[in-house]
């Protein structure tokens, strides 16, 4: 019952910090507050969304998320990410339709989303005008960018669709194409234990493996100098010059 309580108390945490970048950035930036409305303009039932909008590849302007506010913290994972992100050569992994590196690319000197559906990457070409900003099909596990390619790699909510070996190689990919000094942030539920996690596996079919707290932890320890948890919604992997 202790773990629970923690595991609720560490999610509700981590919603309000999330929801809290989201207001921040709404309130105090212009140009994040137009891209904003432009985003949410967007659901599944837009005649411009060709792909199966479905939860797992999701708008934030989703009837559902406007009205459970959900849609506040998709939107704030990618703005907590901004303050790494600033100046920096970006890549968003599994970008699904391309909103959130389209709404931190003004901060970032250029950014690349990447997607396994070429829908997906259709849409986001078609809607997401920034000048530095590239969306291309690719697989996660086989990128087709150079070693030490990126300043920082994103990879929100995706972790969970991998099994745990594909998940490792997914891992592997993003450190192999991540610059020495670099950043991993991620995104997903990092349960504080293994039955709970499959607990979780349970609700969600297009979840494959959910990591723990401490196995998320233990997979960057190696390869990273500071490795933190946002409650347990985001993971934090940097190698500090």
């Excluded at 202790?2 to 919603?15: E, F, P, V």
């Excluded at 939860?55 to 994972?77: D, K, T, V």
């Excluded at 050569?89 to 699904?96: A, K």
């Excluded at 829908?119 to 087709?144: H, K, T, V, Y």
Aim: hydrophobic fraction near 40%; aromatic fraction near 12%; charge should be positive.
């Amino acid at each position: 019952m202790r773990t629970r309580i923690c595991h609720s108390i560490n999610g509700q945490y981590a919603r309000y910090t999330l929801a809290g970048y989201y207001h921040y950035f709404a309130l105090s930036d212009k140009c994040i507050s137009k891209k904003m409305k432009h985003i949410m303009r967007y659901t599944k039932n837009s005649p411009e969304v060709k792909v199966i909008a479905e939860q797992e590849r999701a708008l934030p302007g989703n009837e559902e998320f406007a009205e459970n506010g959900w849609f506040r913290i998709m939107l704030g994972r990618y703005l907590f990410a901004v303050s790494l992100c600033r100046d920096k050569s970006v890549l968003d992994t599994c970008c699904g339709l391309g909103w959130g590196a389209y709404l931190i690319s003004s901060f970032t000197k250029e950014i690349t989303g990447i997607d396994i559906c070429a829908e997906a990457i259709a849409f986001s070409q078609q809607q997401w005008n920034a000048p530095n900003l590239i969306c291309r099909q690719g697989d996660a596990l086989s990128m087709p960018f150079d070693d030490n390619s990126f300043d920082v790699v994103l990879a929100f909510e995706a972790l969970e669709h991998f099994s745990r070996a594909d998940g490792e190689r997914y891992i592997k990919e993003m450190m192999r194409v991540l610059k020495p000094g670099g950043s991993i942030v991620a995104s997903s539920s990092f349960p504080p234990s293994e039955k709970m996690a499959q607990e979780e596996l349970k609700n969600n079919p297009y979840h494959l493996h959910i990591y723990t707290a401490s196995e998320i932890r233990k997979l960057f320890k190696p390869h990273f100098r500071k490795v933190s948890l946002l409650g347990n919604l985001i993971v934090t992997a940097r190698n500090l010059r």
